[in-house]
């Protein structure tokens, strides 16, 4: 799956519509590269695909709606049914040179952060004992 996703990250900047002005070619390649990503992250919609090809996917729905919904997918605002929700970004301000951006040097920062935990909820106890005074 981190492969597919590469791939198409690889293949969407190459040939998106931004980079290629005026390129038709560059702009129905993204598509078939979007629509062939489509199909491959989501497993029913491959599954149809391995199934009846593609006038199945043509059949049986699919396809971006919203310009918005391939964004979502890969830089949040969507999620899959039964995922959990998506924590809210860290925001931490880090002075940085203009040539440390401009070679794409990388820093590590240590953030600690306070979260509740699923088996106690914040209490410290199991759920079901009971906690000594």
Do not use: W
Not at 78 to 86: L, S, W
């Amino acid at each position: 799956e981190t492969d597919i996703k590469r791939a198409y990250r690889k293949l969407a900047l190459k040939y998106h519509p931004d980079k290629n002005p005026g390129d038709e070619a560059a702009a129905d390649k993204f598509k078939q590269v979007s629509a062939a990503y489509e199909c491959l992250s989501d497993e029913s919609k491959r599954k149809l695909y391995d199934q009846y090809g593609k006038k199945g996917m043509e059949e049986g729905g699919g396809g971006f709606h919203d310009a918005s919904d391939i964004f979502s997918m890969f830089f949040g605002g969507g999620r899959r049914d039964g995922a959990p929700p998506k924590p809210k970004d860290i925001v931490h301000e880090l002075a940085v040179s203009l040539e440390d951006m401009y070679n794409g040097k990388s820093k590590k920062i240590a953030v600690s952060r306070d979260r509740l935990c699923t088996g106690c909820t914040g209490t410290g106890v199991k759920n079901g004992a009971k906690k000594n005074s």
